[in-house]
T-cell receptor, first 115, second 108 residues
Framework: GAVVSQHPSWVICKSGTSVKIECRSL??????MFWYRQFPKQSLMLMAT?????????EQGVEKDKFLINHASLTLSTLTVTSAHPEDSSFYIC???????????FGPGTRLTVL | KNEVEQSPQNLTAQEGEFITINCSYS?????LHWLQQHPGGGIVSLFM???GKKKHGRLIATINIQEKHSSLHITASHPRDSAVYIC??????????FGTGTRLKVLA
């Protein structure tokens, strides 16, 4: 149980385009989902906390207009990187928190490369 | 100083060795989560601890709340254990505070 999927697993796009990444909890309901980015050999950096039915809470320094988050249901959150630039190239990971607990279950990640 | 410190940062072991990874934290937590990140990037949950000790297969995790310290042990290590091991302190708001990770390489 407690499986989280992400789609796509990798994406290559041209500078200026927008990319949408989906995060789904497959076998449980997740009131809260988290979005992280990770640079090579570095730890995960929290970008935003997404609660179902409400606006996401962004960490300091993360542009909310750049990284659009939508958490429309208890099993799906999406991150859209708008007008992507090469510096947005990174590994993006989502996690989902079981409604009744404090454990986060992580998705497999999405590797974004912006040319 | 990071709120969650791990040691060692890098560890190379021979197959069969007993391995210990340490995690110390300076913040109040509701629990501590040990994670394993494979070279491809996927993160696997190992243990969620709020007290005492947990064991699963060759892995053992302990936590001492008074000393704000947790350890992850791997018995009879194997090359497939090679990965980055991360401890994450769970705050009262459910956010994770991550350690810097321990990069483990087990040689055959």
């Amino acid at each position: 149980g407690a499986v989280v999927s992400q789609h796509p697993s990798w994406v290559i796009c041209k500078s200026g385009t927008s990319v949408k990444i989906e995060c789904r909890s497959l076998d449980f309901q997740a009131t809260t989902m988290f979005w992280y980015r990770q640079f090579p050999k570095q730890s995960l950096m929290l970008m935003a906390t997404s609660n179902e039915g409400s606006k996401a809470t962004y960490e300091q320094g993360v542009e909310k207009d750049k990284f659009l988050i939508n958490h429309a249901s208890l099993t799906l959150s999406t991150l859209t990187v708008t007008s992507a630039h090469p510096e947005d190239s990174s590994f993006y990971i989502c996690s989902a928190r079981v409604t009744s607990g404090d454990t986060q279950y992580f998705g497999p990640g999405t590797r974004l490369t912006v040319l | 100083k990071n709120e969650v410190e791990q040691s060692p940062q890098n560890l190379t072991a021979q197959e069969g060795e007993f391995i210990t990874i340490n995690c110390s934290y300076s913040v109040g937590i509701s629990a501590l989560h040990w994670l394993q990140q494979h070279p491809g990037g996927g993160i696997v949950s190992l243990f969620m601890l709020s007290s005492g000790k947990k064991k699963h297969g060759r892995l053992i995790a302990t936590i001492n709340i008074q000393e704000k310290h947790s350890s992850l042990h791997i018995t009879a290590s194997h090359p497939r254990d090679s990965a980055v091991y991360i401890c994450a302190a769970v705050s009262g708001t459910y956010k994770y505070i991550f350690g810097t990770g321990t990069r483990l390489k087990v040689l055959a």
